[in-house]
C-alpha cells in the first residue's frame, strides 16, 4: 500500500482497510472491540457494503491509522 491511494469505491476502501487490519496483526474482532462496533459492521465494511453509517466508517479508519481527504477531480 502506498502512503496515499485514491479510493472511489465503497469495495476499494473495504479492500484498503482489510489490507491494514491484517498488516497490524487486527483480527476483524479487534477492530470491533476496539472500535465499540459490531463484528457484523467490520465484515459489512471489508465487503465494501453501501449504506453503512459514515461517522462508524471515519472512527474504523480513525482507529487504524488511517485519513479520509476530499478534493477536486483534476
Known sequence: MST???VSTMAHLGQLVRHVRKEQG????????????S????IDLERGKETLHVQKV??????L??????????
Not at 487486527?26 to 462496533?37: E, H, K, P, R, S
Open 26 to 37: 487486527l483480527t476483524q474482532l479487534d477492530v470491533a472491540g476496539l472500535a465499540g462496533l
Open 58 to 63: 471515519f472512527d474504523v479508519l480513525s482507529l
Open 39 to 42: 463484528n457484523r459492521f467490520i
Open 65 to 74: 491509522g488511517l485519513e479520509l481527504t476530499a478534493r477536486r477531480k483534476s
Open 4 to 6: 496515499s491511494e485514491i
